[in-house]
């Protein structure tokens, strides 16, 4: 049998592999972050440390640790790890895969963990390849991805896999992680003499926006291509920080910087133009990411305009996607015009009191059943169970029924505003 080669044998990193890939945490007490997924007494945590972990989905943005943890798991499992790509690798790989896993666990009944990265960029074909193995045990499977598996994945392999989401990583788990690998001289930058200051560690953690790949290897970056000083230490400082991210630093202090992200905020929801304009060059000439001024405003357009005039959030949406393509300068002008028809649009917050409302009882209603009408019929014997149900397009369009569980049927959680647009819709049902 063709012997497996260890991708992730992290007792010995390649000399000249990057820091990112050589500072990876080695087991479950060094990972970084996802308290929430390996905390004390957590799911995934009690399934790792018994060794019962299955076949499953780890979907998360890019850095926040769903390699290395999957590696993690297969090391201290005693398992044999394979990884693919999902854009690179077709079937015959996975029946390679799958055959070979299947004579280890024959002959020496030792797992194997299949990491597929990029699983979303997985075929039908791909995917029914794998079924099988996943069924019976063949292989564990841990697919990696930054899309929804609901939506970008096909659901029979969905189905059979538990699904973890991760969250992008906090400034201070990030900044942690820099000061640790500064330190380390195994696997990390102990062996440069560096000096790096607090402002510069901190400007690589904050623009990094949670990837620890990204944040460390702007670190190596930096502390290799910044020559030495007569006493032979590396300054990594501030200036060496926005050089190898590429992103300056604000030029305002943390309170500031919040101050007039929340004034900018609040203009837009108080309907004044001149001053969420002001307060978005103030945040972009200190530094801020547009980006996320473009975020603000397509959470605007849905929070304080929704229904009230439904084309806030198409300009704002668009206005993202314009500065996107098109960068600074120019990107401004599309986000300003988006700044000021957010302002000048009429204002409706019903949207967002009814999500609240129906979310609490979505919660404290878990358990009520859907009418009888409106159950799905697509299966024999469905008619000796549902009830009749009225198509509202043999109605004209629109029918009085029952849509709501009999415990909340004459629950109302949409209340139309009096402004623009909603203001002319009447609701169909009596308010």
């Given at each position: 049998m063709?012997?497996?080669?260890?991708?992730?044998?992290?007792?010995?990193?390649?000399?000249?592999?990057?820091?990112?890939?050589?500072?990876?945490?080695?087991?479950?007490?060094?990972?970084?972050?996802?308290k929430?997924?390996?905390?004390?007494?957590?799911?995934?945590?009690?399934a790792?440390?018994?060794?019962?972990?299955?076949?499953?989905?780890?979907?998360?943005?890019?850095?926040?640790?769903?390699?290395?943890?999957?590696?993690?798991i297969?090391?201290?499992?005693?398992?044999?790890?394979?990884?693919?790509?999902a854009?690179?690798?077709?079937?015959?790989?996975?029946?390679?895969?799958?055959?070979?896993?299947?004579?280890?666990?024959?002959?020496y009944?030792?797992?194997?963990?299949?990491?597929?990265?990029?699983?979303h960029?997985?075929?039908?074909?791909?995917?029914?390849?794998?079924?099988?193995?996943?069924?019976?045990?063949?292989?564990?499977?841990?697919?990696?991805?930054?899309?929804?598996p609901?939506?970008?994945?096909?659901?029979?392999?969905?189905?059979?896999?538990?699904?973890?989401?991760?969250?992008?990583?906090?400034?201070?788990?990030?900044?942690?992680?820099?000061?640790?690998?500064l330190?380390?001289?195994?696997?990390g930058?102990g062996?440069?003499?560096?000096?790096?200051?607090?402002?510069?560690?901190?400007?690589?953690?904050?623009?990094?926006?949670?990837?620890?790949?990204?944040?460390?290897?702007a670190?190596e970056?930096?502390?290799?291509?910044?020559p030495?000083?007569?006493?032979?230490?590396?300054?990594?400082?501030?200036?060496?920080a926005?050089?190898?991210?590429?992103?300056?630093?604000?030029?305002?202090d943390?309170t500031?910087?919040?101050?007039?992200?929340?004034?900018?905020?609040?203009?837009?929801?108080?309907?004044?133009?001149?001053?969420?304009l002001?307060?978005?060059?103030?945040?972009?000439?200190?530094?801020?990411?547009?980006?996320?001024?473009?975020?603000?405003?397509?959470?605007?357009?849905a929070?304080?305009?929704?229904?009230?005039?439904p084309?806030?959030?198409?300009?704002?949406?668009?206005?993202?996607?314009?500065?996107?393509?098109?960068?600074?300068?120019e990107?401004?002008?599309?986000?300003?015009?988006?700044?000021?028809?957010?302002?000048?649009?009429?204002?409706?917050n019903?949207v967002?009191?009814?999500?609240?409302?129906?979310?609490?009882?979505?919660?404290?209603?878990?358990?009520?059943?859907?009418?009888?009408?409106?159950?799905?019929?697509?299966?024999?014997?469905?008619?000796?169970?549902?009830?009749?149900?009225?198509?509202?397009?043999?109605?004209?369009?629109?029918?009085?029924?029952?849509?709501l569980?009999?415990?909340?049927?004459?629950?109302?959680?949409?209340?139309?505003?009096?402004?623009?647009?909603?203001?002319?819709?009447?609701?169909?049902?009596?308010?």
């Amino acid at each position: 049998m063709k012997e497996t080669f260890d991708l992730f044998s992290f007792n010995k990193p390649e000399r000249f592999a990057p820091l990112a890939d050589r500072f990876r945490p080695e087991t479950l007490s060094e990972f970084i972050g996802q308290k929430h997924l390996v905390g004390e007494g957590r799911l995934l945590r009690r399934a790792i440390l018994a060794k019962k972990l299955q076949s499953c989905i780890f979907w998360g943005p890019p850095g926040c640790g769903k390699t290395t943890l999957a590696g993690i798991i297969a090391r201290d499992d005693g398992a044999v790890f394979e990884k693919l790509n999902a854009v690179s690798s077709g079937v015959a790989d996975c029946k390679r895969v799958i055959e070979e896993a299947g004579e280890r666990l024959r002959l020496y009944h030792k797992r194997t963990f299949l990491l597929l990265d990029e699983c979303h960029r997985f075929s039908k074909s791909q995917s029914d390849c794998l079924l099988p193995a996943i069924e019976n045990g063949t292989i564990t499977f841990i697919g990696s991805t930054t899309e929804n598996p609901y939506v970008s994945m096909t659901p029979a392999i969905v189905s059979r896999c538990l699904v973890f989401e991760f969250k992008k990583l906090e400034a201070e788990e990030v900044l942690g992680a820099l000061k640790g690998a500064l330190a380390d001289p195994r696997k990390g930058m102990g062996e440069y003499a560096v000096r790096a200051s607090e402002e510069a560690l901190w400007h690589l953690a904050r623009t990094a926006n949670g990837d620890l790949r990204a944040a460390l290897n702007a670190l190596e970056l930096g502390v290799t291509t910044t020559p030495p000083g007569p006493d032979g230490v590396i300054v990594f400082d501030l200036e060496a920080a926005e050089n190898s991210i590429q992103i300056p630093a604000l030029s305002v202090d943390e309170t500031l910087y919040y101050d007039l992200l929340s004034a900018f905020c609040k203009s837009l929801r108080g309907s004044d133009p001149d001053a969420a304009l002001y307060y978005m060059e103030r945040l972009i000439s200190a530094g801020c990411d547009p980006r996320l001024l473009a975020r603000r405003l397509i959470v605007h357009s849905a929070e304080d305009v929704g229904q009230a005039d439904p084309m806030a959030m198409v300009v704002a949406v668009s206005a993202l996607q314009a500065f996107e393509k098109i960068g600074l300068p120019e990107g401004r002008i599309p986000l300003a015009n988006a700044v000021i028809y957010v302002c000048r649009a009429e204002k409706s917050n019903s949207v967002v009191t009814a999500l609240s409302a129906a979310h609490e009882d979505a919660v404290s209603h878990p358990d009520d059943r859907v009418p009888a009408h409106l159950r799905d019929t697509h299966y024999k014997g469905a008619e000796h169970r549902t009830a009749p149900y009225l198509y509202p397009h043999d109605f004209g369009g629109y029918v009085e029924q029952q849509y709501l569980p009999d415990s909340l049927k004459d629950r109302v959680y949409y209340r139309p505003g009096p402004n623009g647009e909603e203001g002319k819709r009447p609701p169909k049902k009596k308010i």
